[in-house]
């Protein structure tokens, strides 16, 4: 019986853990390894919930170094104003089919700069109390003092607000939720543009319309306008050798290509003219790239571009808030039909490359034999259309300052 109540007593004995169980499996990690694996998330939303885990992540976070900024929406009280809507129809029956054109592609980013102007700046509220501003939502945020809240009672922070808690950004990437330009469906539009202080440079692809491989024949493509030629039934292309034919310059076919320069170099100056807070408050940053969710528009500036604008204070025009775009030298690439190597088909395609007219003799040596800024300056498929386009006759144009 002894013996019995002796083992009971051996086998309930409670034994203590051990003692590496107390401790955090965090805390044993080395900050350069979690500061690895939050430069890996680089998505700003994602880092804030991060901060609110301990004290350590919340020391940690600012000193990411690789951030993205998704921007959410577009708040805006002036989209549905009537008296809005009155005066722009009101001036749509004076206006030539020249002005509709340039309305039809400029007209659409009118608001979205409007917009664009109070995002990366402090929020900005009218006489109403109402305010207009490109957001990052954050549903978790009680910081009311600097942000602005929706009816459904989501926080809203612009970029500026959002990076002032990083110290030391050398990557930084900001996506908008789309492109600035309102183009047609079907129609291809692309840009990059680099700059300094002032453009540095911008290349241009643009196509009437893109075909996808598959069935559908091209006679059956919905087609936008292919500038006066036409496939036949075996997809070869008549009156193409090489030169821009005389209906490209009376079919609208210039004109539309020509708007669609204007428009993609006040998108991309606008862009620019508004990152000048970001870039004075972060000086470690080595990349800054403002893209959209389109693909459409891509703005990039390296470490030696940004401390050109911060040394060298840009010229901004005085009709809006953009940088000024200085006079400009333009080589301009066309082809009617382009069909690439995954078979994709872009009709009347044209690719143009812009250069600062103000430029010394050996500088523009070497870029007429350097192109390759040209040719990758999309992604695939793209950068194949530019590259097969640089090879075609060239045509030179020149654009004063706007």
């Not at 009680?142 to 922070?157: E, M, P, R």
């Not at 291809?188 to 680099?194: P, Q, V």
Request: hydrophobic content about 35%; aromatic content about 6%.
């Amino acid at each position: 019986m002894s013996s019995l109540r002796s083992d009971l007593t051996t086998s309930s004995r409670v034994y203590p853990e051990p003692s590496y169980m107390d401790d955090d499996l965090f805390d044993r990690l080395p900050d350069s390894l979690l500061l690895l694996v939050f430069n890996k998330i680089g998505d700003v939303k994602a880092l804030g919930r991060c901060c609110v885990v301990s004290r350590r992540f919340h020391s940690l976070v600012p000193q990411v170094e690789n951030v993205v900024v998704r921007v959410d929406c577009v708040i805006s009280d002036d989209e549905s104003s009537p008296s809005s809507a009155s005066s722009s129809s009101s001036s749509d029956k004076s206006r030539t089919p020249f002005s509709a054109l340039f309305r039809l592609v400029l007209g659409g980013i009118v608001k979205p700069l409007q917009a664009l102007g109070q995002f990366l700046g402090p929020t900005r509220r009218s006489t109403n109390g109402s305010h207009s501003a490109l957001a990052v939502d954050d549903p978790d945020s009680s910081a009311a003092d600097s942000s602005s809240f929706d009816q459904s009672g989501v926080t809203h922070h612009s970029p500026t607000q959002v990076l002032k808690n990083f110290n030391e950004i050398r990557f930084l990437r900001i996506e908008l939720p789309s492109g600035e330009l309102g183009i047609d469906d079907g129609v291809l539009l692309k840009w990059r543009a680099d700059f300094g202080s002032t453009l540095d440079n911008c290349v241009i692809l643009g196509a009437s319309s893109v075909i996808h491989p598959g069935p559908t024949k091209f006679s059956d493509v919905q087609d936008n306008g292919s500038d006066g030629f036409y496939a036949n039934t075996n997809g070869a292309v008549s009156d193409d050798n090489g030169s821009i034919p005389d209906s490209f310059y009376t079919n609208g076919g210039l004109k539309l290509r020509v708007v669609w320069t204007i428009s993609s170099l006040i998108a991309a100056s606008a862009r620019h003219y508004l990152l000048q807070p970001i870039i004075s408050e972060h000086k470690t940053l080595d990349s800054l790239v403002l893209t959209d969710a389109d693909g459409q528009g891509v703005l990039y500036m390296n470490r030696d571009q940004l401390e050109e604008l911060r040394v060298k204070p840009l010229s901004a025009s005085s009709a809006s808030k953009r940088t000024l775009v200085p006079a400009l030298n333009m080589r301009l690439w066309y082809a009617p039909h382009l069909e690439l190597p995954d078979g994709v088909v872009l009709k009347g395609a044209t690719l143009v490359a812009i250069r600062p007219s103000e430029q010394s003799a050996t500088s523009k040596k070497e870029v007429s034999s350097d192109l390759s800024w040209v040719s990758t300056a999309f992604e695939e498929p793209y950068g194949t259309a530019a590259k097969m386009l640089i090879k075609r006759r060239t045509y030179c144009l020149e654009m004063n300052s706007f």
